[in-house]
């Protein structure tokens, strides 16, 4: 593959004959302008408020795509049905005060934005985003987990090579991803690469509870195709959609730009949630877009 496909996205996210075609083959489909500016200024205000309203005090939980440390952490085990805060390694002391001012420390934010805060509710529901979901075939889409990714200027970390489906299995596997872009994101501020058509392979791992404690276990040792990978530069606004089983990854942000973006998996109601998965919501019952 020489340059990924990328489409100017539909109004009411209804996908044409060669966007679907697109997203079969590729297992991912940039729509470029799919989120109105208006929209990605509004999350971006309001994630500022919501940092602003963190309180760094509380222990920073640090998180990382490639140790998985945050795993021994209740602030994140709990963080599926909640409003949570977790900071890059680069931002703490050894002594495990944060290094930087918090809005510049935080990795992300996660993972229930879209039902507990009305900004984050408004635009995930939206009617875009609904004529998405139903396009891509989840009948009954259930919008399981957010998170704003700041992916921070110089400090913002890599995320290695993963499927979705390891961290939000269903069976059979359902999960999609709704990535959006809300600063221009490229090579050097760290947008998202994939490996196209890698979704046509089996589930590599999954992150789940095994005797009380949260464990990555290989479920197949396939290797990642040896499809070399693409590189998905998007402008704000884009939404790059995943398939669940989609290779992806991102690198470091080696530059002095952020590179903000909100990402929103859903799942279809039909398949059956794994109770042994990490995000579990006891308390917040998993809603549609209505
Ligand atoms: O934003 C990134 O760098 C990675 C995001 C990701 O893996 C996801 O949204 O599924
Ligand atoms: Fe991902």
Redesign the pocket.
């Known amino acids: 593959m020489t340059a990924p496909a990328r489409f100017a996205a539909p109004a009411d996210g209804r996908l044409d004959a060669a966007m679907r075609a697109a997203y079969a083959r590729d297992g991912f489909l940039i729509l470029e302008g799919f989120v109105p500016p208006a929209d990605c200024d509004a999350l971006q205000a309001r994630a500022a408020e919501l940092v602003d309203a963190f309180d760094p005090a509380e222990t920073p939980t640090v998180f990382s795509a490639t140790t998985q440390e945050h795993a021994r952490d209740a602030y994140f085990r709990e963080s599926g049905g909640a409003i949570r805060f977790f900071c890059e390694a680069g931002a703490v002391d050894p002594d495990g005060r944060l290094a930087v001012p918090k809005a510049l420390a935080l990795n992300k934010i996660g993972h229930a934005l879209h039902d507990l805060d009305p900004v984050f509710d408004r635009i995930s529901r939206s009617e875009r985003f609904a004529g998405l979901a139903a396009a891509l075939d989840l009948a009954a889409p259930l919008l399981l987990q957010s ?1 704003y ?1 700041f ?1 921070q200027p110089h400090i913002g970390g890599e ?1 290695d090579w ?1 499927q ?1 489906a390891t961290f939000l299995y269903t069976n059979p596997s359902s999960v999609v ?1 709704f ?1 959006l872009a809300l600063d221009d994101a490229d090579i050097d501020n ?1 947008c ?1 690469w994939a490996i196209p058509g890698g979704h046509s392979g089996p589930l590599r791992r999954r992150f789940h509870y095994a005797k009380g404690a949260l464990t990555m276990a290989v479920v197949n040792d396939t290797p990642w195709p040896e499809t070399p990978p693409v590189a998905l530069p998007v402008r704000r606004g884009s939404v790059i959609v ?1 398939h669940g089983l989609l290779p ?1 990854a ?1 690198s470091a942000n080696r530059s002095a730009r952020p590179r903000h ?1 909100y ?1 929103l ?1 859903l799942i279809d109601g039909r398949a059956a949630y794994a109770p042994d998965n990490w995000l579990q919501r006891p308390t917040l019952p998993l809603r549609g877009f209505i």
């Open positions: 998170m990714i992916k995320v993963h979705d991803g990535w760290g998202l995943l992806h991102s973006a990402s998996h």
